[in-house]
């Protein structure tokens, strides 16, 4: 059985646009400390933690004078990359995960394989333009960014909602349980595919 202990990494990424060290427990208590320089990104960021029970620490300098798009793309890259670290080798694991997250009107649906195999389809049907600063366009990309580098298949979607605070949150709390699901040790060192590897 994989240890505890073994289930957190660090990732430090630097680009001439952002700078951002990032840590990542997978058997935490669902902690954050989040600093991106984009507001709402940390509220998603500190949810995403608290649901899935990943302790969460990150911090991102990035060129927010041009606009949010590299610091949110490599927020979701960086985070990416640590979950992958931390998860090491898929054995013993769950593999498969959904959730489904209510938030007053808004319904969100997440599922995720952790399959080795990155691809993303996020649909948030969000209609504003910006979440406080946040450019609404980016959330999704951040999302599948961080699939991308977590070498995931995730599926994302927006069910029903009309405040887009609370479609926003909705499916971000939805991945969170989904991920909870995902990694969760079944206490063998069984690789949960039928090809044997992932």
């Known amino acids: 059985m994989t240890s505890i202990r073994d289930r957190k990494a660090a990732v430090n990424r630097k680009t001439k646009e ?64 640590a979950f ?23 319904l969100s649906r997440a599922v995720i394989d952790i399959s080795g195999r990155p691809y993303a389809d996020v649909n948030l049907n969000l209609k504003r333009e910006k979440l406080g600063t946040l450019s609404c366009e980016m959330l999704p990309h951040f999302l599948s960014s961080f699939a991308t580098s977590a070498c995931i298949t995730l599926h994302v979607d927006v069910l029903k909602g009309k405040n887009d605070h609370h479609k926003a949150e909705s499916a971000f709390k939805a991945l969170a349980i989904a991920l909870r699901a995902a990694v969760k040790q079944d206490g063998t060192e069984d690789v949960p595919s039928t090809k044997g590897t992932l």
Do not use: N, W
Request: glycine letters at 14%.
């Open 18 to 81: 952002t700078d951002i060290s990032v840590t990542v427990c997978l058997d935490g208590k669902g902690e954050s400390d989040v600093s991106s320089g984009v507001g709402f990104l940390d509220h998603m960021l500190s949810a995403l933690a608290k649901h899935s029970r990943f302790d969460v620490k990150l911090r991102c300098i990035g060129d927010l004078h041009i606009d949010d798009h590299h610091t949110v793309e490599d927020c979701g890259i960086a985070l990416g990359q």
């Open 84 to 106: 992958k670290a931390a998860l090491g080798a898929p054995k013993g694991i769950g593999r498969y995960g959904h959730g489904f997250a209510p938030l007053d009107e808004a």
